[in-house]
């Protein structure tokens, strides 16, 4: 492994500042940050998720249970993922933050409704 002199480390202090939002773990190598593999790999884990309770929505649609809770939880999951880790500034993070607000608003009356 390969060590920074001084210079090197100041140079590299003065391409990348060290404000909040670029404060992440980044290895020197790859410039991979740990927020990436998260953003990404919890997207692909939800929609995932998304594909199995569609196809077992369709597959068992027929029998005289609740088929609607877990497509309607795991789309509150993708709306809330989207809303604060994809639209950061301006007018689509505001729709999408209120597009995820009432969805969690839903899902917990549709819950409330079938518990009751």
Same mark, same amino acid.
């Given at each position: 492994?390969?060590q920074l002199t001084d210079t090197e480390k100041?140079?590299?202090? #003065? ?5 909040? #939002?670029?404060?992440? #773990?980044?290895?020197?190598? %790859? /410039?991979? %940050? ?11 884990? $939800? ?8 196809? &077992?929505?369709? #597959? ?8 609607? /809770?877990?497509?309607? $939880? %795991? ?5 809330? &993922? $989207? ?6 500034? /301006? ?10 607000c009432v969805w969690i608003v839903l899902v917990f009356v549709y819950m ?5």
């Amino acid at each position: 492994m390969k060590q920074l002199t001084d210079t090197e480390k100041q140079e590299l202090q #003065e391409k990348s500042p060290n404000t909040a #939002e670029d404060s992440k #773990e980044t290895s020197a190598v %790859t /410039g991979f %940050t740990s927020s990436y593999l998260w953003k990404y790999g919890m997207l692909a884990v $939800i929609l995932c998720l998304f594909a199995f309770n569609l196809f &077992h929505f369709f #597959e068992f649609r027929n029998f005289g249970y609740d088929q609607y /809770g877990l497509p309607m $939880i %795991t789309l509150m999951l993708l709306f809330n &993922h $989207i809303a604060f880790f994809f639209t950061t500034k /301006g007018r689509k993070s505001v729709v999408m933050k209120a597009v995820a607000c009432v969805w969690i608003v839903l899902v917990f009356v549709y819950m409330f409704w079938v518990l009751v």
